[in-house]
């Protein structure tokens, strides 16, 4: 990769991080209703495997679905509001955090039900595959994803009719499946293996280190042309330990936004148990380290820092003075008929 692609893979990725340390400092306000889930330590997949892709390909994600989202394209400030439930939202404020989609950008729908996403992104190949056309579908899903009997069959159908379908599975456990190995909320899988399960079905399959910005960018291309070439589906592992804010059941922003001078040591790392993330796992600083190594001064970091910083204060200004949805949306897009 060029330094200069790098460097705008690394914004981009800096772009999903300022914004969702907005969200959690938003929700800490009060702005959010219900759960959220954030994507803060695995952005190096999201960035890496939806620059990779072509505009016409489909994606589906899940719970953890704003990194992706952003990654993808969305505009900040309709995805901010959206997650605070307000009708300029990319949704109409009507889906919130865990819905996030945009048809335009090819991510018509989002699931947070665990095997949603492969099953979405399977049935999509399946068109593809009719249509013809040179599109892919993929899927993102975490590791407890694969637990779901619906994963599994979308695997065996991709496989059967060679689907161009690309499985992503952000194994944020990674040292440690399952609950029984310390993972969090960690998947119960009777394999010590995930790529054991695409193996079992033919499917070509690769783990990788989830963040590394480069490695990813390099598989996902790879596995897009075989897509293409009609090879079949292609089923990456990506391997991250857990951000240390998501152990608990609300993500907590403990030491604050990222200091990317944390990368050199312009700025100290923090102490005590999470040092060891910022240090050997945060795929920002990582980022950064590469980008300076390479010869991009730190000082070029902050600018296009600061350039973010103040997109997510327009952003945020916007979501926040946008108003709720009015009372009749609420019959609006749906299924069911109306009572008189
Ligand atoms: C079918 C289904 N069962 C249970 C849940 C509740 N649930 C939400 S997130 C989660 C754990 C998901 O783990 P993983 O897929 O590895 O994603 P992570 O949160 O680790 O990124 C569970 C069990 C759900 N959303 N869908
Ligand atoms: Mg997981």
Same mark, same amino acid.
């Given at each position: 990769?060029?330094?200069?692609?790098?460097? @705008? #893979?690394?914004?981009?990725? !800096?772009?999903?991080?300022?914004?969702?340390?907005?969200?959690?400092?938003?929700?800490?306000?009060?702005?959010?209703?219900? $759960?959220?889930?954030?994507?803060?330590?695995?952005?190096?997949?999201?960035?890496?495997? /939806?620059?990779?892709?072509?505009?016409?390909?489909?994606?589906?994600?899940?719970?953890?679905?704003?990194? +992706?989202? %952003?990654?993808?394209?969305? =505009?900040?400030?309709?995805?901010?509001?959206? %997650?605070?439930?307000?009708?300029?939202?990319?949704?109409?404020?009507?889906?919130?955090?865990?819905?996030?989609?945009?048809?335009?950008?090819?991510?018509?729908?989002?699931?947070?039900?665990?095997?949603?996403?492969? @099953? !979405?992104?399977?049935?999509?190949?399946?068109?593809?595959?009719?249509?013809?056309?040179?599109?892919?579908?993929?899927?993102?899903?975490?590791?407890?994803? #694969?637990?779901?009997?619906?994963?599994?069959?979308?695997?065996?159908?991709?496989?059967?009719?060679? !689907?161009?379908?690309?499985?992503?599975?952000?194994?944020?456990?990674?040292?440690? %499946?399952?609950?029984?190995?310390?993972?969090?909320?960690?998947?119960?899988?009777?394999?010590?293996?995930?790529?054991?399960?695409?193996?079992?079905?033919?499917?070509? +399959?690769?783990?990788?280190?989830?963040? $590394?910005?480069?490695?990813?960018? @390099?598989?996902?291309? =790879?596995?897009?042309?075989?897509?293409?070439?009609?090879?079949?589906?292609?089923?990456?592992?990506?391997?991250?330990?857990?951000?240390?804010?998501?152990?608990?059941?609300?993500?907590? !922003?403990? +030491?604050?936004?990222?200091? *990317?001078?944390?990368?050199?040591?312009?700025?100290?790392?923090?102490?005590?148990?999470?040092?060891?993330?910022?240090?050997? +796992?945060?795929?920002?600083?990582?980022?950064?380290?590469?980008?300076?190594?390479?010869?991009?001064?730190?000082?070029?970091? $902050?600018?296009?820092?600061?350039? *973010?910083?103040?997109?997510?204060?327009?952003?945020?200004?916007?979501?926040?003075?946008?108003?709720?949805?009015?009372?009749?949306?609420?019959?609006?897009? /749906?299924?069911?008929?109306?009572?008189?």
């Amino acid at each position: 990769m060029q330094t200069t692609e790098k460097m @705008a #893979l690394w914004q981009r990725m !800096l772009l999903m991080r300022r914004f969702e340390e907005r969200v959690i400092a938003l929700a800490g306000k009060g702005h959010v209703a219900g $759960h959220y889930h954030v994507y803060i330590g695995q952005e190096a997949t999201g960035a890496a495997v /939806i620059d990779a892709l072509g505009p016409a390909d489909m994606l589906f994600s899940t719970h953890r679905n704003h990194g +992706h989202f %952003i990654a993808r394209g969305a =505009d900040p400030a309709a995805a901010l509001a959206e %997650i605070l439930g307000r009708a300029t939202g990319c949704n109409g404020g009507m889906g919130g955090s865990l819905h996030l989609a945009d048809p335009q950008l090819g991510m018509p729908h989002t699931s947070a039900v665990l095997g949603g996403a492969p @099953a !979405l992104a399977m049935g999509a190949g399946f068109e593809m595959a009719r249509s013809g056309g040179d599109r892919i579908a993929v899927a993102f899903f975490g590791d407890g994803a #694969l637990e779901e009997g619906l994963a599994l069959e979308a695997l065996n159908m991709a496989a059967l009719w060679k !689907l161009p379908v690309l499985f992503v599975c952000e194994n944020n456990s990674a040292g440690a %499946i399952g609950a029984a190995k310390g993972g969090y909320p960690g998947s119960i899988i009777g394999t010590e293996r995930l790529t054991a399960l695409p193996a079992a079905f033919n499917i070509r +399959h690769v783990s990788l280190d989830g963040n $590394h910005m480069e490695g990813l960018r @390099a598989a996902a291309s =790879d596995a897009r042309k075989a897509l293409i070439a009609g090879e079949g589906p292609v089923f990456m592992e990506t391997n991250t330990p857990r951000w240390f804010g998501n152990q608990g059941l609300w993500p907590d !922003l403990r +030491h604050g936004p990222v200091d *990317i001078g944390m990368a050199t040591g312009e700025t100290p790392l923090p102490g005590g148990p999470d040092a060891d993330w910022f240090a050997a +796992h945060d795929p920002i600083l990582r980022g950064a380290r590469e980008l300076v190594a390479a010869g991009v001064p730190l000082s070029a970091l $902050h600018q296009a820092d600061a350039r *973010i910083t103040a997109d997510m204060d327009a952003a945020e200004a916007l979501a926040l003075a946008a108003p709720f949805p009015d009372r009749a949306a609420a019959l609006r897009n /749906i299924f069911a008929g109306q009572s008189t």
